[in-house]
């Protein structure tokens, strides 16, 4: 926990710092407000990210001069997180950084890791046996591909005000539960000094947004997120690969589910943005409803009535994953029920009969 407070504390204090002076930051205010993904109504420093980057570093540098055995891995660790959190920083600054090469950095990132770290997917679990993957031409590619997928996932759920803090807070939680299970004591602190960084931040973003997380947050959280998912399950054999797919399911599927539907349904390029992800949906079909009105001020609240629903949403995958890491039947059933529910529940909204226990009537 002293991971998680020292990481808490400083996030807290640079996020205000950067929100206090965020007339140094002009290139990073965010002040458009009629983009298709944008939901809010005033100008917000979009560099959230910085800070937690920040956090996390100091974190990891007492964690090292606490720990000395936890060095190399924690150094290595923070030099690959930090390439895929410059590629989103800059864009953040400078808007001219494109989603493909903030991915290819992401995956240059993982490419390291997959050497550094030797976080590498070589094996899947089944029901009663495991498939190895003994090729490095088979093993590096899926790895790379897997957590530069995740990262960029974060990225596409980041759309209203503490949805993927609070999502990535609850998983990084889980990631930290299951490493003192199996007393992975890297894994532990790292998962504690991300989530600390996130919560700090968090504060200052929900309910009314004072910052936003960014690209480069968003990067760097999720990268940090798929790597020591990755690192929890390959180097603890007990840890079934399944409990790292429901555990990251949200946020993955999502992005798959975008992907099909730009490319298959709408017939467009799958990195052209849209406005109707499942989070969107719910802002303009399930949340108007409730709320109603377009002023300023209507829109800061659906903006902040949004994301519950989908952390409710989210924990339908990461509670089943937290309580049966080791079974791995177990974990692929909660799996296809997930997307199942997924679907079911993004038809429903799409044809406008959104099921009435998501619906928060407007008191008089």
Request: charged share 10%; net charge positive.
């Amino acid at each position: 926990m002293f991971s998680f407070l020292v990481s808490f504390v400083a996030s807290a204090l640079l996020t205000l710092l950067v929100i206090k002076e965020a007339r140094l930051h002009g290139p990073a205010l965010d002040a458009d407000f009629n983009g298709v993904q944008k939901v809010h109504a005033h100008t917000v420093a979009r560099i959230g990210g910085l800070s937690i980057f920040l956090a996390v570093a100091l974190s990891a540098c007492i964690s090292v001069w606490r720990v000395p055995a936890l060095t190399t891995w924690m150094l290595s660790l923070m030099a690959c997180s930090a390439c895929a959190f410059v590629g989103g920083i800059v864009e953040d600054y400078t808007g001219r950084v494109s989603a493909a090469r903030r991915l290819l950095l992401t995956m240059f990132a993982a490419l390291l890791g997959y050497y550094l770290l030797d976080a590498r997917i070589d094996r899947i679990d089944w029901i009663g046996a495991v498939w190895p993957l003994p090729y490095i031409w088979l093993t590096l590619p899926l790895t790379v591909l897997s957590v530069a997928g995740i990262a960029n996932a974060v990225n596409i759920i980041d759309g209203f005000n503490g949805l993927a803090s609070v999502v990535t807070i609850c998983m990084l939680l889980s990631l930290g539960y299951v490493a003192l299970q199996v007393n992975d004591m890297f894994v532990l602190v790292a998962a504690l000094m991300v989530a600390g960084a996130t919560a700090g931040f968090l504060i200052w973003n929900y309910p009314v947004g004072l910052i936003f997380l960014g690209d480069g947050g968003a990067y760097f959280i999720g990268f940090m997120l798929g790597e020591l998912a990755l690192l929890l399950v390959m180097r603890n054999p007990q840890v079934s690969t399944w409990y790292a797919a429901l555990l990251l399911i949200y946020p993955a599927f999502e992005t798959l589910f975008s992907v099909y539907r730009r490319m298959f349904i709408r017939g467009k390029s799958p990195a052209m943005p849209d406005g109707i992800h499942l989070h969107s949906l719910i802002f303009r079909r399930v949340v108007q409803w409730a709320v109603g009105h377009k002023d300023a001020r209507a829109l800061m609240r659906r903006n902040s009535l949004t994301s519950p629903y989908l952390w409710m949403f989210s924990l339908m995958a990461v509670i089943p994953a937290t309580v049966f890491w080791r079974y791995t039947w177990v974990l692929m059933l909660f799996c296809a029920l997930f997307i199942i529910s997924y679907v079911w529940l993004y038809v429903r909204i799409v044809r406008f009969k959104a099921p009435r226990w998501m619906i928060r009537h407007k008191r008089n």
